[in-house]
């Protein structure tokens, strides 16, 4: 039963990323009063010379002033690599003049980061000689933190990972978590994100640090907003403490969780959800504080004030795909949320004007009409739309086919657990061990329409099970045999498999 439990969610979780799956659109916007200093004093270190670099792909006004910002930044850092890289471009747009390349201290930068890596490197193997478990720990942090200054961002995870079997407590190992995952996030991977904010999130030390707690879940959320997965975003998210509004420059700021969770909670939340877990919560509403545009947003949407929805949206529009996480999802998020609208706008009713939706949407009505139609390609609303009349028709639903797909489904649900139990009542009975893999209980699953019903389910399992014989014992034994081993009781079933065992 765990096992059929692990590959649904093996295959849901695959479905839901190929659903998912953006292509990322380059877009050019203008953003006038934007100021870029003010912005990139909100954080440190790559992602804000990442977050600038971004907004100088998708803003041309504003591309010179990144460029300096993020020039002044490579050179405070011991990144050859990614100074390279921005003064290579930074050239290109602010001239030679104003840019100047420093391929001198490059080359002594690169020869001191070699030099001081080793270093590094003979200090733990040093200290694992003399089998010091807290110098261990302490030089293996000392290297991680050092390669993720030089952009080494795979080595320093490595060395994280191995400094955790060293932890000396559970709040150093709570840290350890946190640099892996802030490390991940900055390699643009979001790999280790998920499993390190898993282990990190069972730990009862954990909530006894509002601030730690709240960096933890602001990684997690992250990682499912890069996977799509705003559901579950917004719920990491709304629970984070407002004393991390401004600890986490190096990865974001408090106006990005209040953007975040906002957009993820309108394209997630219902009305009353919106209610109760977002305008109603004291701790997220000091956020939305930080985000004057999206809280009157949500509180548009609440109210059903459609016009200040779109008008709102449109507005944020900007926003979103200056952000550098947001900016992949601009479209497919945006297009969430109008359908979210458009959802409970049209839930009550059967048919529907269009010009009527227009002019509470204060929108044209071919762009009322467009909206309409992506949100019906998108399954957001169940409809038709008569495009001469303009009138949007709600989709009857045969509700008595889906009664008999609900029983049939429960049958086969039903089916499958009997299975397993008859399975496990045997086992149990006969006092027989299992010892496959995961892969050879699929694989026995997958032959039982083939062995045909129960007893060939557990036949094809048998020859896989340790100590059993390999003779037809079990059908002696009376009742459904399991490769010799009988089902009757314990001691027929014991004298089968031995008889069954001398056969061979």
Known sequence: MEVDEKVSESKEEQKSAEDTKIVKKF??????????????????????????????RVCPSLKKDCYRVAVAEVRQGLDVGLY??????????????????????????????????????????????????????????????????????????????????????????????????????????????????????????????????????????????????????????????????????????????????????LASFTR??????????????????????????????????????????????????????????????????????????????????INKMASSFKVPVPEMEQELSVCIGDGHIKAKIDSHNKIVYASKTDKRNELFRSVLDLGEDFERDMKAVLLRTSLIRNQVIVSQSRADWLDAYDMEDGQGGAGGFMQSLGRKLKGSGGGAGGAGGGGAGISGVGVSGPKKGARSAKRGGKGN
């Open 84 to 265: 390279g890289a921005v003064m290579e471009e930074a050239q290109k747009v602010l001239g030679a003049a104003e840019c100047q390349f420093d391929a001198a201290w490059m080359t002594s930068q690169q020869q001191s980061n070699e030099k001081q890596v080793r270093y590094l490197e003979e200090e733990i193997q040093r200290w694992r000689n003399l089998s010091n478990r807290e110098k261990i720990c302490a030089s293996y942090l000392e290297a991680a933190e050092y390669c993720v200054a030089i952009g080494n961002f795979n080595t320093a995870i490595s060395r994280y990972i191995e400094a955790k079997s060293y932890a000396g407590d559970s709040q150093m190992l709570l840290d350890i978590n946190l640099k892996i995952m802030v490390t991940s996030i900055r390699q643009g991977q979001f790999g280790h994100v998920k499993g390190e904010a898993s282990h990190a999130l069972a730990s009862e030390d954990i909530f006894k640090d509002n601030k730690l707690r709240s960096k933890v879940l602001c990684c997690l959320a992250l990682y499912n907003l890069y996977n799509g997965r705003y559901d579950m975003a917004v719920h990491n998210l709304i629970d984070c403490h407002f004393s991390v509004y401004s600890a986490f420059p190096e990865v974001l700021s408090g106006a990005d969780i209040a953007l975040y969770g906002g957009l993820c909670a």
């Open 272 to 353: 009353m959800q919106l209610k109760k877990r977002v305008l109603d919560n004291s701790e997220f509403k000091r956020f939305l504080e930080l985000q004057p545009k999206v809280g009157a947003l949500i509180q548009g949407f609440y109210d059903s004030e459609y016009g200040k929805v779109m008008s709102g949206l449109n507005g944020l529009r900007n926003d979103i795909i200056m952000d550098l996480y947001l900016f992949p999802r601009v479209d497919h998020l945006l297009t969430a949320i109008r359908g979210k609208a458009l959802v409970q706008y049209f839930s009550p009713y059967s048919a529907m004007d």
């Open 27 to 56: 877009s050019h916007i203008d953003y006038p009063g934007f100021d870029v200093g003010r912005y990139a004093s909100k954080y440190v270190g790559k992602v804000k010379i990442d977050r600038l670099l971004h907004i100088a």
